[in-house]
């Protein structure tokens, strides 16, 4: 079991660190890394490969580990789940780590706070330490003391852009989550029922929402990362072609933007979330109008701009999109090039 879990933790941060610099100890509340656990490694490769778009290579030390890439940066892990003698595996899932400068503080911590211990801290030479942990409520997630990734203030295609906790006492993981890495409350959306959807966030950056799920998802509490795709709706309609099940949406969240979630064939949550488009501006017709006889010309009136209440977005995702580069144009036109 634990030399499982050093082959695993090690090879996210080896790949990760193709374009990056050395690793701090300024992580915390980030998150830095995310690791799919399955049944079944060679199934759920070709499921999210067609899905998003990613690629996978084996680690080197343990080729049963593998990679998901984009380019030549390593965007999370795939591992398969192995039984251990009187242990119960967990079901497949997507397993989230949370950057921290102590780890072993940060389990203290965490255990004082209600939380549990589930594979206790640990050094990977030259890499760092780590730790697999439950909130009170049993949601799982990893913490780690390295620094992975930066892009996640600005996530692009095929990075992870929102995380979202299915919890069944969103107060109290609140508190939990909130005392143990700093994060700030960034806004929260009426669900009906009594039922509110709560934002957060790391350095006034909208990373994620806390919520009791509706019926239709899981009833234990679980992490459900967001992979940014290029359109959420017509994602749906692969992953259902794919086999899989989709337990919500696809949904326009306010501010514009898509996303739906759902069930991969081992049994993983998963959910996928795209940036609103600009929409086009409408034709202007050159053909010109006909002079009414004659008839004096009106005054025209000024355009008044009509203010907009601006709505609380689940999950804030209309703050998270990509931004776009200015690019000056020439003279003569030159045909777009589709990336």
């Known amino acids: ?20 610099p050395m690793p701090t100890t300024t992580d915390r509340g980030l998150f830095v890394w995310h690791e799919l656990n399955t049944t079944d490694v060679e199934a759920a490769d070709r499921f999210y490969s067609k899905l998003i778009g990613w690629k996978t290579t084996a680690w080197d030390p343990n080729p049963s580990y593998k ?19 009187n242990a119960i595996a967990p079901p497949p ?30 050094d990977v030479p030259s890499i760092g330490r780590m730790a ?16 992975e990734r930066s892009a996640y203030k600005n996530p692009q295609l095929g990075d992870f852009s929102w995380h979202e906790l299915l919890t069944t006492n969103p107060q109290t993981a609140w508190e939990f989550y909130h005392k143990l890495f700093g994060w700030m409350k960034t806004g929260a959306m009426d669900m009906g029922g009594g039922s509110m959807y709560q934002m957060f966030g790391h350095g006034g950056i909208p990373v994620g ?21 290029r359109d959420a709706r017509r994602a749906a309609d692969v992953a259902k072609n794919l086999g899989a099940a989709i337990v919500h949406g696809p949904i326009e969240v306010p501010g514009g933007d898509w996303v739906f979630t759902g069930v991969d064939h081992q049994g993983a949550f998963f959910a996928t979330h795209s940036a609103k488009r600009a929409a086009a501006e409408p034709e202007k017709s050159t053909k010109p109008k006909k002079a009414s006889g004659h008839s004096k010309p009106r005054p025209v009136k000024k355009a008044t701009k009509k203010k907009t209440k601006k709505s609380p977005s689940r999950a804030g995702l209309q703050s998270r999109r990509p931004t776009k580069k200015k690019t000056h144009t020439k003279t003569k036109k030159k045909s777009s090039k589709k990336r």
Do not use: C
Request: hydrophobic share 40%; proline share 8%.
């Open 209 to 229: 929402g806390i919520f009791t799920p509706p019926t239709g998802l899981p009833g234990r509490a679980l992490w459900i990362p967001y992979v940014m795709v």
């Open 1 to 20: 079991m634990r030399a499982t879990n050093v082959f695993r933790r090690r090879s996210r941060v080896e790949v990760a660190h193709y374009n990056l």
């Open 132 to 147: 697999v942990l439950q909130d009170p409520q049993g949601a799982m997630f990893a913490v780690s003391a390295q620094v």
């Open 67 to 85: 990679i998901w890439t984009m380019g030549r940066e390593g965007r999370g892990g795939l591992y398969a789940i192995h039984e251990e003698p």
């Open 93 to 122: 899932h997507w397993l989230t780590y949370i950057g921290t400068p102590n780890v072993d503080a940060t389990v203290r911590q965490a255990v004082e706070l209600g939380g549990k211990v589930v594979t206790p801290a640990y």
